[in-house]
Structure formats: structure tokens, C-alpha cells
């Protein structure tokens, strides 16, 4: 398999396996003009297994939505072919309109104009709950 390398883009890795195409709907990647490249299941000593995303343009990724979706996530910024910055992802501590509430009693549902909004409760079990009604986020 050959993909072709990234002048100006970024990449998004480490991301676990199966998790890629989550990410692509996230970011509305189909919506891009560029060459999107998806590598799933590609071999890691430090994973096992993990997927890969590169994007060929560069453009702002929403860091709080990767962190919820997988907080090992990197993603590195390429510039003239060469990497210039590498980020990490972390679980954050709210995340905005990444997730909707599904309580049909919370006033995100009644009020569509109302961001979805949910605070991490549990670290350790990577627990989210809308901050409107408390209902946990799937």
C-alpha cells in the first residue's frame, strides 16, 4: 500500500483502532476539498493496533472533541513536508456540541438553539453528564 506524503496538512495518530471513521463524521471531513487518507488497523508496538487520518490541508481540528472520542490521540502539523508541532489530546474537561443529550425532558431538546454542554463527572471511567439535566452521555 502507497500513500502519497503530506506538504502541507496534518496528521492525526494514535488514534484506536476502529475509531478513525468516528473522527471523520466528527470533523465533517467529507465536506473537505482536499485528499483524506484513512489507514485502519495499521500495526503499533505501542498499541497493538491503531488508525491513522492524514489530511492534506491544513486546517484547525477541534482538540477537546478528539480527546473525547480517544485522549491518545496526536496530531502532528506538517509544513513543507517536514513536521513543525505535535499535540496531544486530553480528556477535557467540558466538551461543547460534540455529543447530544438524549433526555427528551432536557431543554436541549425543547430549545434547539442551546449548545449541547457536558462536564466530565468521572476521570477514571471517562464519565461526561449534560450540565442542563444531568443525563449521562453515550
Known sequence: MHID???NGIVIDHIAAGKSMEIYK????????????????VPSKKMGKKDIIKIDEALDVNL???GY??????????????KTN???????????????????R?????????DH????????NKVYRCIYCEMKAK
Open 64 to 66: 477537546d472533541a478528539l
Open 5 to 7: 506524503e503530506i506538504i
Open 26 to 41: 466528527l470533523l465533517n471531513l467529507d465536506a473537505l476539498e482536499c485528499s483524506v487518507a484513512i489507514i485502519k488497523n
Open 106 to 114: 432536557c431543554i436541549t431538546s425543547t430549545e434547539q438553539e442551546i
Open 117 to 124: 454542554i457536558f462536564k466530565l463527572t468521572d476521570r477514571e
Open 86 to 104: 505535535k499535540r496531544h489530546c486530553e480528556l477535557p474537561e467540558r466538551i461543547k456540541n460534540v455529543v447530544k443529550c438524549k433526555n427528551p
Open 69 to 82: 472520542i480517544d485522549n491518545g490521540i496526536t496530531i502532528n502539523t506538517i509544513e513543507n513536508g517536514v
